[in-house]
């Protein structure tokens, strides 16, 4: 007998008391709305989804169609239901407080609406990204401030991954998970429980075409494993890159690998390319859930004290072997 979505989060509930009702419901309403981002993404042409919007996010970035469809959905599915006060996303500047006509509830959910976007075109998997936290106690009227928490302060985070299939996975601090989509049933089914990254691993992830402005001790850890068997690893290399990190760190969640987005010298006032507080932090206690670790070079991410709500950071996660290892010739150069 398969187990849904729904009878994994009640037996959750009640076996670990690691989710309380509101949050079952906040897992099940982002659940839906993944399943309704992922009938759009499937529609393609054939839905009029695709291309630019006419916009810019805060990021400054072009907003796909899709991007601007899979935030209006996860607002909409959420806003209603009691279980958030606010809401924060890539592509609105400023926090999303749940109007007043409705009732609020305890949490704050972030999200990176539709990661990968720029693969959304060309039929390459792409994902929805989301973190929980708790608002602060007596915090009535919510701010941004409210939202600046350490990655470790997380209640739940997962994404789901829209590719050959539609894969939620997810940790509320048990391990990870993941729901595969039975598109007859419409529903999430458990298909595979308690994920571990192999420590070591033959494969890493990072966009060579920047290989010139990064920093020395990425280039040391890229050149020796460049070097194969031949080389200082003693062993030869494969490289992955999707750019879509959701397609990325599914893959090390699934066989292992190690996924570096660095700081580089392109735009050297910017500590990197990726969000702190709705694609790393989610992506990195994901990874620790799964015995896998997750540094910005220097310190573990989920202990970085963010600053602002759209803060980039420095990425490399995976395979705990190769993440100390980096983050060593980072420490001791
Ligand atoms: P680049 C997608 O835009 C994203 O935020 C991540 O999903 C992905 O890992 C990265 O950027 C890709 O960046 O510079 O290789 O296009």
Redesign the pocket.
């Known amino acids: 007998m398969s187990t849904s979505l729904s009878r994994y989060l009640v037996e959750q509930q009640r076996a670990k008391g690691k989710i309380p009702p509101e949050l079952r419901l906040l897992l099940e309403v982002v659940a839906r709305a993944c399943k309704s981002i992922s009938h759009s993404v499937n529609k393609g042409a054939l839905g009029g989804v695709l291309g630019s919007a006419s916009t810019e996010n805060i990021q400054g970035e072009v907003q796909k169609k899709l991007d601007i469809i899979a935030n209006e959905v996860l607002i909409d599915a959420n806003e209603w239901g009691g279980h958030l006060a606010a809401m924060a996303s890539e592509e609105m500047d400023s926090i999303y407080l749940v109007p007043n006509r409705y009732p609020k509830g305890e949490y704050l959910l972030l999200f990176d609406p539709l990661?990968?976007?720029?693969n959304i075109d060309v039929n390459v998997s792409i994902g929805t990204i989301f973190s929980v936290l708790k608002k602060p106690d007596g915090v009535e009227d919510v701010s941004e401030k409210d939202f600046l928490q350490s990655g470790s302060q997380q209640v739940t985070a997962g994404y789901c991954v829209y590719g050959p299939q539609t894969t939620l996975v997810l940790t509320v601090g048990n391990g990870v998970d993941m729901f595969t989509l039975d598109r007859e049933q419409g529903s999430f089914v458990l298909t595979h429980e308690g994920i571990q990254i192999p420590a070591d691993t033959k494969e890493f992830a990072i966009?060579m075409s920047?290989m010139r402005h990064w920093d020395d001790p990425v280039k040391k850890y890229i050149d020796e494993c460049l070097q194969g068997k031949e080389g200082p690893r003693g062993k030869d290399f494969n490289m992955r890159?999707i750019?879509?990190?959701?397609a990325?760190v599914h893959r090390i969640l699934t066989r292992g690998g190690v996924f570096m987005?660095p700081w580089d010298k392109r735009e050297p006032s910017k500590p990197g390319?990726?969000r702190l507080m709705y694609?790393a932090n989610p992506m990195s206690w994901l990874v620790e859930q799964a015995g896998g670790a997750a540094t910005n070079g220097k310190q573990r991410i989920l202990d970085i004290v963010p600053t602002q709500l759209h803060e980039r950071v420095s990425v490399i996660l995976g395979s705990n072997n190769e993440v100390e290892r980096v983050t060593g010739y980072h420490l001791k150069p």
């Open positions: 990661d990968g976007s720029s966009n920047n890159w750019a879509s990190m959701v990325d987005y390319k990726l694609e």
